[in-house]
């Protein structure tokens, strides 16, 4: 009798533990069908929401070299009068566009929109008149030695090299390193070289608007 007793023990263990263990494994598929309906973050947006995801620069190469040096002729030209629109057109998508509301030294009150592209080795500065079709280019600079000057400067050109093709400078900057060319006909405009160490680091054209 002993022994049929402990038999019977035994097998009312064996059944209590396949019984948990069927438990759990419910549990478990129960969860884990549960978590895939409801979906990963981000997967599905609530409310049906878009989201836009930013695109990574495909090179680190920039606008080609002869729409940027196009740009520069048709902005000296024009007393610096280039759309953002153009800007964007010519030299394609931004990697970054910085925006500052500025207040209107003309009008009191009103406040305009200044906007800084950014591309690889290249930033322009945008200011747009609010309520009015009015954008002028502010500055255009160039930081890579991919881009040329009409006048055949780029970055990395050493002082002297600048000194001989354009002769002295209409005024100097010691404290930064730059010599400024400018031109007062038909309107201000300005060419700032920057140096380090001799060499060329960064060109700026200044255009001055009304």
């Not at 930013?54 to 520069?72: C, F, K, M, Q």
């Not at 007393?79 to 800007?87: E, N």
């Not at 050109?157 to 010691?174: A, I, M, W, Y």
Request: one cysteine or more; glycine letters at 8%; a neutral charge.
């Amino acid at each position: 009798m002993s022994g049929d007793v402990m038999l019977r023990k035994l097998v009312y263990v064996l059944i209590g533990l396949l019984g948990v263990s069927l438990g759990l494994s419910a549990c478990s598929s129960a969860e884990s069908t549960r978590s895939r309906s409801e979906g990963d973050d981000g997967a599905v947006p609530p409310g049906g929401a878009t989201v836009v995801e930013r695109s990574e620069p495909r090179a680190e190469t920039g606008p080609p070299s002869d729409v940027v040096a196009r740009l520069i002729q048709k902005a000296l030209q024009s007393d610096g009068s280039v759309s953002y629109k153009t800007l964007v057109r010519r030299l394609g998508t931004p990697q970054t566009i910085e925006i500052e509301p500025v207040r209107n030294q003309y009008v009191r009150g009103k406040v305009d929109t200044l906007r800084t592209l950014v591309y690889p080795g290249i930033e322009a500065l945008v200011y747009d008149v609010t309520n009015e079709a009015k954008t002028f280019l502010v500055r255009l600079s160039l930081s890579s030695t991919q881009y040329a000057t009409p006048e055949g400067l780029r970055v990395g050109l050493s002082k002297q090299h600048v000194l001989d093709e354009l002769g002295p400078p209409t005024r100097r900057n010691p404290s930064k390193g730059e010599l400024i060319y400018q031109e007062t006909e038909p309107t201000p405009t300005s060419m700032v070289v920057q140096f380090r160490n001799g060499r060329i680091v960064r060109i700026d054209w200044e255009f001055y608007f009304t």
